[in-house]
């Protein structure tokens, strides 16, 4: 039997589940950064912190969110827009997530979120939900993330697009972005296309393992998609989103939905996102390690084994 995070944590550091994870509404934040909601802190079992939100260099990352850069022509990233030929600018043309009917309980969270452009425009609905699960490692906890997203009301299709789509190579962020926090050193970046940041950066590795040192502490997070059996024909998002990955400056990863193309998505055909996540405190310095991490998640007994090429 795998144990819940409230068993374990029974003999750790947290006192309660909500200790792993905190769930912002984010209705208090400035229109400049794309108001939605987040999860910050999430943290390890002996208590470490894994994500950043309002931070510095970029005060519109929030630490586990969904945001896009351009989704329908309105920004629900945060911060400036990419213009060809001027660049990045900042332009009025910030939306908010509006999240309603949610429900929290000690294994996850689950409800609504409205997208609304500026002018209130209702541009989405999404359905979302976090769940929060154990792990066999006594030192680890399982996290997974899905959303669902149809277009809103008088909106034929969804249309995301990015940075990169748009002509700035290699800013093909948007979907599922989680912002770490500052690290002591340089963190050990690891994936099925190689070690490093250059290796996982646009790479179509199913998972994506980050290893750093938070107040001195080691602490690592493992994340992986989940990808249809062969058999099942995939439709929209559901194979494998190529990776965007930083370390130059911040820390952040997430799969990218719109990385070299726009996504489209309308009432039939969903985007469907998901992610999922290993906290674990200590140091992933192999891939080998990071698979068997992976492995024991609760939720890999619903996808494909992950890619074990070195």
């Known amino acids: 039997m795998i144990p819940s995070p409230s068993a374990a944590l029974a003999t750790n550091r947290p006192s309660a589940p909500q200790a792993l994870v905190t769930h912002s509404t984010g209705r208090a934040l400035p229109v400049t950064s794309a108001p939605r909601p987040y999860l910050h802190p999430i943290r390890s079992l002996a208590g470490t912190a894994v994500t950043e939100a309002e931070p510095a260099d970029h005060p519109h990352h929030l630490g586990l969110s969904l945001a896009f850069s351009d989704l329908n022509g309105t920004n629900f990233w945060g911060g400036s827009t990419f213009t060809p030929g001027h660049g990045p600018k900042l332009l ?9 009917g949610w429900q929290h309980t000690t294994r996850g969270a689950a409800g609504s979120v409205t997208w609304r452009s500026k002018s209130g425009k209702e541009v989405a609905l999404e359905r979302r939900s976090f769940h929060y699960l154990g792990h066999p490692d006594p030192k680890t906890w399982s996290l997974s993330v899905a959303s669902v997203m149809v277009p809103g009301a008088d909106v034929e299709e969804l249309v995301v697009s990015s940075s990169a789509v748009k002509g700035r190579h290699g800013a093909g962020y948007g979907g599922i972005f989680w912002r770490f926090g500052a690290c002591a050193g ?36 493992v994340l992986f998609q989940e990808v249809r059996e062969p058999r099942i024909p995939a439709r929209g998002s559901e ?45 992933v310095d192999t891939s080998t390690h990071a698979l068997e991490l992976i492995q024991q998640h609760p939720r890999i007994s619903h996808t494909r084994t992950p890619d074990r090429t070195p």
Do not use: C
């Open 92 to 100: 009025p043309n910030h939306g908010t997530q509006v999240p309603w």
């Open 186 to 221: 340089d963190p050990v970046i690891l994936s099925a296309a190689g070690d490093g940041e250059a290796a996982a950066h646009g790479s179509l590795s199913s998972w994506l393992s980050i290893s750093m040192k938070n107040d001195g502490e080691p602490v690592s997070v």
């Open 239 to 283: 194979r494998l989103l190529p990776w965007f990955v930083r370390a130059d400056g911040y820390l952040g990863a997430g799969p990218a939905v719109a990385w070299a193309e726009p996504a489209r998505a309308t009432s039939d055909h969903p985007l469907r996102l998901s992610l999922n996540a290993v906290i674990h405190d200590g140091p």
